[in-house]
């Protein structure tokens, strides 16, 4: 059974990191590309990062220079370190796997999602 659980999430004030994980299991982690999506209340789900199993890495323009992402293969974990936090990162977090990303902020090249973890900024 195919699952993905993000935590990290938290309260943090404007200028604020956080690191987000994502703990994967029930699949070949080495073969598929891991993505962070957000979606904050009343707008669509957003692509954030990817990092695909070449470990080559795609950023929203929003967060570039801000987020970085990160795999840590032995323990199946991706990482989502934010820095520079803004009110309007504000947003439930996901990650997703996906086999064959062509477009890492798709929402539609993942199969499997995470529940999520709530990330709030205060300003």
């Known amino acids: 059974e195919v699952q993905l659980v993000e935590s990290g999430g938290g309260l943090v004030q404007a200028g604020g990191s956080l690191r987000l994980s994502c703990a994967a299991s029930?699949?070949?982690?080495?073969?598929?590309?891991i993505g962070w999506f957000r979606q904050a209340p009343g707008k669509e789900r957003e692509g954030v990062s990817c990092?695909?199993?070449?470990?080559?890495?795609y950023y929203a323009d929003s967060v570039k220079g801000r987020f970085t992402i990160s795999s840590d293969n032995a323990k199946n974990t991706v990482y989502l370190q934010m820095n520079s936090l803004k009110p309007e990162d504000t947003a439930v977090y996901y990650c997703a796997a996906g086999r064959w990303v062509l477009r890492p902020g798709r929402n539609d090249e993942y199969a499997s999602w995470g529940q999520g973890t709530q990330v709030t900024v205060s300003s």
């Open positions: 990092i695909n199993s070449d470990g080559s890495t």
């Open positions: 029930g699949f070949a982690f080495d073969d598929y590309a």
